[in-house]
Nanobody, 127 residues
Framework: VQLQASGGGLVQTGDSLRLSCAAS????????LGWFRQPPGKEREFVAG????????NRLDSVKGRFTISRDNAKNTVSLQMNSLKPEDTAVYYC?????????????????????WGQGTQVTVSS
C-alpha cells in the first residue's frame, strides 16, 4: 500500500486548507485511515482517524470543531479539511492506514497501530 499526501502550504491564521491522501495497492475499503502531525521539535501526534466504513471518526480534542476527516472509497482518498487554522497547527502532516478486516467500525489512534505511512506534507500557519 502506498500513500501520497498533498495539499499542505503556507497560510495565515484563520485560513483553511484541505489535505488529501491518495492510496494505491491493497483494497482501500478494508483499511482504517488516520492523519497524524509532527510539530517542529515535538513528537508525532494523532489528529484524526476514520473507520474503514467511514461510519466512525475520532479527532484530537484541540481540532474538534475545526478539522474534519472524510474518505471516498470510490476514489481511494482520505481528506482532512482544516478550518480556522492556528499557528499551533503548524506541523508536517502524515496520512496512515491499517488493515481493519474484522471490524468496520474501528478507529485507530495510536501510531503504532498503523502499518502504512505517506511521506508527509508541510502545513505552516503564520500569525
Amino acid at each position: 500500500v502506498q500513500l501520497q499526501a498533498s495539499g499542505g502550504g503556507l497560510v495565515q491564521t484563520g485560513d483553511s486548507l484541505r489535505l488529501s491522501c491518495a492510496a494505491s495497492g491493497g483494497t482501500f475499503s478494508s483499511y482504517a485511515l488516520g492523519w497524524f502531525r509532527q510539530p517542529p521539535g515535538k513528537e508525532r501526534e494523532f489528529v484524526a482517524g476514520i473507520s474503514r466504513s467511514g461510519s466512525r471518526t475520532n479527532r484530537l480534542d484541540s481540532v474538534k470543531g475545526r478539522f474534519t476527516i472524510s474518505r471516498d472509497n470510490a476514489k481511494n482518498t482520505v481528506s482532512l479539511q482544516m478550518n480556522s487554522l492556528k499557528p499551533e497547527d503548524t506541523a508536517v502532516y502524515y496520512c496512515a492506514s491499517v488493515l481493519s478486516a474484522w471490524n468496520s467500525g474501528s478507529v485507530y489512534v495510536n501510531e503504532n497501530e498503523y502499518r502504512y505511512w505517506g511521506q508527509g506534507t508541510q502545513v505552516t500557519v503564520s500569525s
